[in-house]
């Protein structure tokens, strides 16, 4: 197996974009947003978790390596797969199918328009037990306010996969790739850094 994380990030790459093919040729209906989140939630995290690992241990093998060595190892893999699959994802929603993103969009400010209605019937009952008149009038306020944003958004067909959007999503998927180098350096290194 290749020890250049590059490569490693390359293939975790073409294994993100089959994902997420798969996922738009086979799941594009009224729940394409649920399955996509699901898709990432869970699968993708499955397989960068696996991606890490594997550059890692390949790095690693029979020889010893330092905390330093396994984490820019890891953090190289996952950023290079990330940044490769965010960017063609990007280029795809954006300039080929724009359908597809303005579906997505649609479903995404659907979903959070049911979430704050059902956010709001559980915080008027709860509010009702208290039977204090401010927290019923701000509840409410507060709930009309959040609901004008989100249709406003529905009716501007604000896009939600535009450049500035995905960089800050990138910008968590880095926090989480840190992460994930720390935990998986930790555990695959074995050799103390000045042996």
């Known amino acids: 197996m290749t ?15 089959l994902v997420f093919f798969v996922v738009y040729y086979f799941f594009a209906d009224a729940s394409y947003f649920d399955t996509s989140m699901k898709v ?10 696996l991606g890490g690992f594997l550059s890692v241990l390949w790095l690693r093998g029979n020889n010893k390596i330092t905390y330093p060595q396994a984490f820019k190892q890891c953090f190289l893999t996952l950023f290079v797969g990330g940044f490769l699959s965010i960017m063609s994802i990007f280029a795809f929603l954006n300039y080929v199918d724009t359908d597809a993103r ?22 008027k009952l709860e509010a009702a037990n208290l039977k204090d008149q401010t927290k019923i009038k701000e509840l409410e306020t507060d709930y009309k306010n959040a609901k004008v944003a989100r249709e406003m958004a529905q009716k501007e067909k604000r896009n939600y996969f535009s450049f500035q959007f995905l960089s800050a999503v990138f910008g968590g998927f880095v926090l989480f790739y840190l992460l994930l180098s720390i935990i998986i350096a930790g555990f695959l290194k074995n050799k103390k850094r000045y042996e």
């Open 3 to 17: 020890k250049n994380p590059l490569a490693v990030g390359f293939g975790l790459y073409l294994a993100t974009m």
């Open 40 to 49: 990432n939630a869970f699968g993708m995290t499955f397989l960068y978790v």
């Open 102 to 123: 303005d579906m997505l969009s649609h479903q995404y400010i659907q979903t959070e328009l049911n979430n704050l209605d059902e956010a709001y019937q559980q915080k």
